[in-house]
Every structure is written in structure tokens, then in C-alpha cells.
């Protein structure tokens, strides 16, 4: 199956920019056409963050839709997360996710995780 | 509305049956999707396509929809089903994919 892998600062100061990086194994990337972000905050339940097609069509949570940016790059199997102007509400675990689109809808596999701590 | 309802805890025996639900009206046009979460991991998917195991999911694990509800249940409960469990589904005509609140699994 194929495996995901978050990456990024653990730590990031208010105000500032999360950046996390997804690789993807083998070349799920190119034969899946949806990817997605969600997040726990500590805990709490989990939250949709967005979701980004192959094209790069982009869907967001629409409290965080004027601050985040999903991307992909399928030459580095990576999809990516941007956070701007981060506060202590965004300190959670991301995790990104394959996400089936077939009429119906599913995330498989998930990435491990990774914390990001929003504190100066 | 796209929230989707879950109830925060449910406690069941060891071996007995416990069903866990999920109401929201994304749920009349979306299938639902199941995740359980273990302390400290990556959430699993149990069920997607309101009742479809995934390959490796035990056949304990049941999934079934009526309008508006989706239900999990659990037979014969064993002590490491003990976990949160979200459901999911999308609303289309919001973009907006929802998650429930997460409903916490204690096994006795």
C-alpha cells in the first residue's frame, strides 16, 4: 500500500507560515487524483483543512480558505500545505491523506502525522 | 448544514455489541466514511461507501446508513477496538467535507 510522509518545523511563531511537505511512495500520486489535509488540534476531534486534484483545482475549509494553499508536485511525488498568519488555534497534528472520489468519498492511507506548535 | 452529530463517548462490555451513529444531512446525498483512532496513531480506515470494509478489517466492524444516519457497529467487541471513531462524508454543494465530533469507545 502506499505510505505517506509529513514533513515540516515543528515549531512556528504567531504570525508566521506553516509549511509541511507530503511525500507519497511509489506512483500513487500519478494514478490518484485527489489528495487532502486534515488536522487535531491536541486533543480534539479532526478537522478538513482541503483537498487538491492532480490538475491543481483546490477545494478549502472555508474559515481557513483566505490563508491556506495546498499544491502539488508530481515530478517530486509531494503535495504541500501553507498556513499563513498562524495563531495558537492552528498548533494541531496534520495529516495528509489519500482521498478517494468515486461518488462516494474516502481518505486511505494517511500519513503518521506531524505537530506543529505555534508558539514564540 | 454540513455538521455531522456524533455522540462524545459510548462504553460497552468486552464481547458485546455496540453501535456508534452519525446524523447530519450531508449524509442524505454522501456516503459515509468511518475512521478509528487509537491513542497516539494516525486515524484507520473501518468503513467507507456507508457499509464496504476495507481489506484487512475484521468482519466485526459493520457499517449502515437510513437517511439522514450512519451507524457503526461493533460485534463481539474486543479490547483493542477500544479508540475514537469520526465519520465523514462530503457535501458537494458546499465543497466542504465534514468530519463528527469523534465518538470515544471505552471497552469494560
Known amino acids: 500500500q502506499e505510505q505517506l510522509q509529513e514533513s515540516g518545523p515543528g515549531l512556528v511563531e504567531p504570525s508566521g507560515t506553516l509549511s509541511l511537505t507530503c511525500t507519497v511512495s511509489?506512483?500513487?500520486?500519478?494514478?490518484?487524483?485527489?489528495w487532502s489535509w486534515v488536522r487535531q488540534p491536541p486533543g480534539q476531534g479532526l478537522e478538513w483543512v482541503g483537498e487538491?486534484?492532480?490538475?491543481?483545482?483546490?477545494n478549502y475549509h472555508p474559515s481557513l480558505k483566505s490563508r491556506v494553499t495546498i499544491s502539488i508536485d508530481k515530478s517530486k511525488n509531494q503535495v504541500s500545505l501553507e498556513l499563513t498568519s498562524v495563531t495558537a488555534a492552528d498548533t494541531a497534528t496534520y495529516y495528509c491523506?489519500?482521498?478517494?472520489?468515486?461518488?462516494?468519498?474516502?481518505?486511505?492511507?494517511w500519513g503518521q502525522g506531524a505537530l506543529v506548535i505555534v508558539s514564540s | 448544514s454540513s455538521e455531522l452529530t456524533q455522540d462524545p463517548a459510548v462504553s460497552v462490555a468486552l464481547g458485546q455489541t455496540v453501535r456508534i451513529t452519525c446524523q447530519g444531512d450531508?449524509?442524505?446525498?454522501?456516503?459515509a466514511s468511518w475512521y478509528q483512532q487509537r491513542s497516539g496513531q494516525a486515524p484507520k480506515l473501518v468503513i467507507y461507501?456507508?457499509?464496504t470494509r476495507p481489506p484487512g478489517i475484521p468482519d466485526r466492524f459493520i457499517g449502515s446508513y437510513s437517511g439522514t444516519t450512519a451507524s457503526l457497529t461493533i460485534t463481539g467487541v474486543q479490547a483493542e477496538d477500544e479508540a475514537d471513531y469520526y465519520c465523514?462524508?462530503?457535501?458537494?454543494?458546499?465543497?466542504?467535507?465534514?468530519f463528527g465530533g469523534g465518538t470515544k469507545l471505552t471497552v469494560l
Open positions: 487538491i486534484h492532480q490538475s491543481g483545482s483546490t
Open positions: 465523514n462524508s462530503r457535501d458537494s454543494s458546499q465543497g466542504f467535507v465534514p
Open positions: 450531508s449524509l442524505r446525498g454522501s456516503y
Open positions: 491523506a489519500m482521498y478517494k472520489r468515486q461518488g462516494v468519498t474516502w481518505f486511505d492511507p
Open positions: 461507501a456507508a457499509d
Open positions: 511509489g506512483d500513487s500520486i500519478n494514478t490518484n487524483p485527489w
